[in-house]
């Protein structure tokens, strides 16, 4: 099938890592503004996890999963936006294009697409990102996610997910006025299951994505003082 895209203007951002944290610089009106992206401050909300499971797995081995882990998804994201994009595929390691193929049922759900890897921000929240997926997804308009792991998560270990998708619904409504419906998350793993998880309790999310901000902005000023 042949996917339809729908034209919406959104900015074209430049990004840097300033002390292991991702930045967006933002059209401002006398300079460029920068701001935190939201994968920064999902990740800092949940880094005391993943402390935890590095101790328990050991340097070595979190960095061999990490990397495996980063390499599947990675692909995973360029083989979807090529086939969303009516193109032809690129070659990629046979378990990328084994968790792309068994995550097309999913994909056919998709039309009407917004925006493919597309930048936006908040200047209200203070926050900047780049989005996987703005479409409508069983014809109605969600933020997706595209992710890849060894099985599918628990869902009660995913709510970072959906902050991060609310987020950007947040930061789309504020540069366009356009609402999403809700948040999806397509999950392709490697035991041969892809699942999909969805979320419509928008004003649970933007209550959590508060509280995750809060948290980083905090915590940043706790490290560096108000200066």
Known sequence: ????????????????????????????????????????????????????????????????ITKRATKRGTDMHTLTEHHLKNEDLPEVPPISKFLFNISKEKLKLINNIHTLEGSLYSKQLGIAGTVDCIAEYEGELAIIDFKTSAKPKPREWIDHYFVQCMAYGCMLYELTGISVKKLVIIMACENGECVVYEERDKSKYIKLLTEYIRKFVRDKLELYGTK
């Open 1 to 64: 099938m042949n996917f339809n895209h729908v034209n919406v203007d959104l900015p074209k951002l430049s990004r840097e890592t300033i002390d292991g944290v991702r930045y967006y610089s933002v059209p401002d009106e006398e300079e460029l503004l920068k701001l935190v992206s939201i994968t920064s401050v999902t990740s800092h909300f949940n880094k005391e996890i993943f402390v935890k499971w590095r101790k328990r797995v050991g340097n070595e081995e979190a960095e061999r």
